[in-house]
């Protein structure tokens, strides 16, 4: 069964056409500096799962640069999802994102960062992994081809980030009407709670 997040997760995370690619508030490193690894981890609440939990390890070892982001958008309205895929496909890892209580990682191949009155959302996109017996099957879980992370941050008294966010394991995005919206298959999206830095 599909289920639809159009405006659930517009309302999380302002992942649009516009903020896909809008200007990220990290600075760009020079020659002379090399950007800083940022890990955060989280504990996931599994929806209808005998664990019911499992930590959860993101790693961003850089940001998605402006170029390469509008870029993305461009190939994404004019080619839909499976342009997008083959992009992300050839593009290097920027980042990681693994679920303990499964098998298998998201490579992040565009993470953006941008502000927001309370503190930054960071948006992580991968073309996900299949595994061989879900190639095998051909079921319609093959059309849900990204993965999508959403880290929603504030600081706490001692200044750090702390927060709450969610993890799409098989979703894929369409253009309908001049919006993305983003669709989903099987597993509900899992919650993140208690992101820390």
């Known amino acids: 069964m599909t289920k639809r997040l159009a405006g659930l ?20 490193p020079t020659a002379a500096t090399k950007p800083k690894v940022e890990h955060f981890t989280a504990v996931a609440s599994l929806p209808r799962s005998p664990t019911r939990t499992a930590w959860v390890d993101i790693r961003i070892n850089r940001y998605t640069s402006d170029a390469t982001t509008k870029r993305m958008a461009a190939v994404l309205v004019e080619g839909g999802q499976d342009a997008l895929v083959k992009e992300l496909e050839k593009a290097k890892p920027v980042g990681h994102a693994s679920l303990s209580a499964r098998v298998g990682f998201f490579d992040l191949k565009l993470v ?13 996109v991968s073309d996900r992994p299949i595994g061989f017996l879900e190639a095998y099957g051909g079921g319609r879980s093959m059309d849900y081809k990204l993965g999508i992370v959403v880290l929603d941050l504030t600081r706490n008294k001692k200044g750090k980030e702390v927060g709450e966010g969610m993890l799409l394991y098989a ?10 919206e983003i669709e989903y298959v099987g597993m509900d999206p899992i919650k993140l709670r208690n992101v820390r830095k």
């Open 112 to 124: 953006r960062s941008r502000k927001t009155p309370t503190g930054r959302r960071i948006i992580g």
């Open 9 to 28: 997760l517009f309302a999380i995370c302002c992942l649009s056409l516009t903020v896909f690619a809008q200007t990220t508030e990290q600075s760009k």
């Open 171 to 180: 979703s894929q995005v369409k253009i309908e009407n001049g919006k993305l």
